[in-house]
């Protein structure tokens, strides 16, 4: 059976490893070393000439390590391990999903340029947008999830630097509420405002969904990328980021990586490899866990709405054909509205005992927080409002734990004698329920 033939869940065990390599050892040794030694001075010389970009590597020649910097064996092998997921030509693994982020903006954008973002953004994202890049002179205008993009158009072309436009930054789904964004209809409007000069790039923030249930590539999307850290590491002990595209698009992001040197260490990477063997395994838990926990939420009478993918049907038919085109899944990620306010929302969140009160997503254990004075507390209290991010909206990423479990410590913390009398939560189907 040749590799090629596999499905990634299969070659995220060996893809790009050989036992032989390091004394037979099956997993891939820690390289905790700085600097890699040269057969000869001619060897040195050509490694150099490739790596700087002096010229092309030649069609047999193999090429080998030179310096930590700038590469590793644990990095190239998770490197080119996670665009299996993706259907990526390349791949560059990153200290944090923000130095992943803030190496794109800086790789693509330049003083003058003018960003596209939409909006609900992760709050790191938008605080970059908004504190760094204005330092440069570069601009920001955002859409809200929801805008066709013909509105998406307008909104560009009445800034008065449409020519400008270099970048569309996009989150889907969106931080907090789970809102979708059509990508190919992104990648329409990119197409709109390119010139035979200019090509207008596409990023998308794909860390909601991981790289199992949306692949923006395969949309349009000239760029796809994580934190590392949740889903794709998933058990809270390492920080990292990752960005995937062509081979040309990744040479910048790697160049550039090189040079502010925010690249991913051996010791991420060998933490990441680790991860990527129970990845799916992980992920097919956490959605199936989520789905139990919303039709539970959707029920109680002290949650006032659910914001959950899984959900979603001809109700509303924009999200649902987004949902129906992009996504295979509904995900792991849920935010509900609990009926009053903060104080409310504050007074559940304190008698969690098995839930765990902490920002992040997509690890192991099952987290919750209060987006609108936690994750998203910079954003103005305008912009929640339009947004939808109140002191009412809790979210949850749903662990691996046993989904009774989660619903039995919600059901505590909501105070049980308030549950539903009389209703089998485990036999509702996504038409008994109110949908987002």
Not at 20 to 41: D, L, M, N, R
Not at 231 to 242: N, P
Not at 291 to 305: A, D
Request: proline share 3%.
């Amino acid at each position: 059976m040749e590799k090629k033939s596999m499905h990634p869940e299969s070659l995220m065990m060996s893809y790009g490893y050989n036992p032989e390599w390091s004394e037979g050892a099956i997993k891939c040794p820690i390289f905790q070393t700085s600097t890699f030694v040269f057969k000869s001075a001619e060897e040195g010389k050509a490694f150099f000439e490739v790596a700087y970009g002096k010229r092309e590597q030649r069609s047999n020649e193999k090429l080998g390590l030179i310096y930590s910097r700038l590469n590793n064996p644990d990095l190239e092998i998770l490197e080119n391990r996670l665009t299996l997921w993706d259907g990526a030509e390349d791949c560059a693994v990153f200290e944090s999903g923000m130095s992943a982020i803030s190496t794109i903006f800086l790789e693509f954008l330049k003083p003058g340029d003018l960003l596209l973002y939409s909006l609900p953004l992760y709050g790191g994202s938008e605080y970059f947008i908004k504190h760094v890049l204005d330092k440069f002179g570069i601009s920001g205008v955002y859409f809200k999830t929801g805008q066709t993009k013909e509105e998406i158009i307008e909104i560009v072309k009445n800034t008065g630097k449409a020519d400008k436009l270099a970048l569309i930054y996009i989150e889907t789904p969106a931080n907090p509420t789970n809102d979708l964004i059509d990508i190919e209809d992104c990648k329409s409007v990119a197409q709109y405002f390119s010139t035979s000069e200019k090509e207008i790039l596409v990023t998308v923030d794909n860390t909601y969904f991981g790289p199992l249930w949306q692949h923006p590539l395969k949309f349009g999307a000239d760029i796809v990328l994580y934190s590392a850290t949740k889903y794709i590491g998933g058990h809270s002990d390492v920080i990292a980021g990752a960005v995937l595209g062509n081979k040309t698009l990744i040479k910048r992001v790697k160049t550039l990586r090189t040079f502010l040197g925010n690249m991913a260490g051996p010791w991420t990477g060998w933490l990441l490899l680790r991860s990527l063997e129970t990845l799916k395994a992980r992920m097919d838990m956490q959605a199936r866990n989520a789905r139990k926990v919303s039709e539970f939420l959707i029920q109680h009478p002290k949650i006032e709405k659910v914001y959950y993918l899984g959900f979603l049907n001809e109700s509303n038919p924009v999200q649902y054909n987004i949902f129906k085109k992009q996504c295979l899944s509904g995900g792991a990620m849920i935010s509900f509205d609990i009926k009053g306010g903060e104080e409310e929302a504050f007074h559940f969140l304190n008698k969690l005992k098995l839930i765990h009160l902490a920002v992040s997503l997509g690890s192991t254990e099952s987290l919750i927080q209060h987006p609108a004075t936690m994750t998203h507390c910079d954003v103005d209290d305008e912009e929640k409002k339009i947004l939808g991010i109140s002191s009412k909206l809790i979210r949850l990423s749903v662990g691996v734990e046993h989904y009774d479990d989660l619903i039995e410590d919600i059901r505590q913390a909501l105070d049980e004698e308030d549950v539903l009398k009389g209703i089998d939560i485990y036999d509702l189907t996504s038409a008994d329920v109110q949908t987002v």
